[in-house]
């Protein structure tokens, strides 16, 4: 069981190039998240998703996309990257099921430069 | 809006020494309310959490009570060691917001031997 697989770990990329951060869990949940980190601040939320077919917009979305085209991926697009994208972007998933709280599962994070 | 305030670090301690790490929430109704932890080079993982006023969550020594007369669920330990190393997080959850966290900014922890 490998939980929550994020790649690349690294990424170093030139302003206005775009990629594509990857997201995969094996623990069938229906709720996955994308957070950045930036140096001593907390986890912010760009996107998530409540199933495949259905994302929404969190408090930082602006500069990036997503698509849940199946229960397991959730990858994060940069389509121009600019510097204040620099961060670690952490994935994130959990189950939903009545109105209990369950913990969301972290990725090991990608670290992300622009330069 | 909702939101998390942690105690501001790093804060460097003894092995064995008391811990605590101070969070205060604003919200509208009642949350639950977590810490997780991150140790280096990680992603975060749940330390505890606790759902309804007076729950008390506890893991690996950690206690922390969900206090809404005061907004408040502070991390404790009794007696801290070289491996609690980390940096610890504060978060707030509604149930009917498609279980989205609110970070407090994170404190740093080092244990020094």
């Known amino acids: 069981n490998a939980g929550v697989t994020q790649t690349p770990k690294f990424r170093i990329l030139k302003i206005g190039q775009s990629m594509t951060l990857q997201c995969t869990q094996d623990m069938n949940h229906n709720y996955m998240y994308w957070y950045r980190q930036d140096p001593g601040m907390g986890l912010k939320l760009i996107y998530y998703s409540v199933g495949a077919g259905i994302t929404d917009k969190g408090e930082v979305p602006n500069g990036y996309n997503v698509s849940r085209s199946t229960t397991e991926d959730f990858p994060l697009r940069l389509e121009l990257a600019a510097p204040s994208q620099?961060?670690?972007?952490?994935?994130?998933?959990?189950?939903?099921?009545?109105?209990?709280?369950?913990?969301q599962y972290f990725g090991p994070g990608t670290r992300l430069t622009v330069t | 809006g909702d939101s998390v305030?942690?105690?501001?670090?790093?804060?460097?301690?003894?092995?064995?020494?008391?811990?605590?790490?101070?969070?205060?929430?604003t919200a509208t109704g009642y949350p639950s309310l977590f810490w997780y932890v991150q140790y280096p080079g990680e992603g975060l993982q749940l330390l505890l959490k606790a759902t309804k006023a007076d729950d008390k969550g506890s893991n690996?020594?950690?206690?922390?009570?969900?206090?809404?007369?005061?907004?408040?669920?502070?991390?404790?330990?009794?007696?801290?060691?070289?491996?609690?190393?980390?940096?610890?997080?504060?978060?707030?959850?509604?149930?009917?917001?498609?279980?989205?966290?609110?970070?407090?900014?994170g404190t740093q922890l080092t244990v020094l031997p």
């Not at chain 2, 305030?5 to 929430?25: D, K, R």
């Not at chain 2, 502070?74 to 504060?90: I, N, P, R, T």
């Open chain 1, 86 to 103: 620099t961060s670690v972007y952490f994935c994130a998933s959990s189950y939903s099921g009545g109105r209990s709280s369950y913990e």
């Open chain 2, 5 to 25: 305030t942690q105690m501001e670090g790093p804060v460097t301690l003894s092995e064995e020494a008391f811990l605590t790490i101070n969070c205060t929430y």
């Open chain 2, 60 to 105: 690996k020594g950690f206690e922390a009570t969900y206090r809404k007369e005061t907004t408040s669920f502070h991390l404790e330990k009794g007696s801290v060691q070289v491996s609690d190393s980390a940096v610890y997080f504060c978060a707030l959850e509604f149930s009917g917001s498609a279980r989205q966290l609110t970070f407090g900014s």
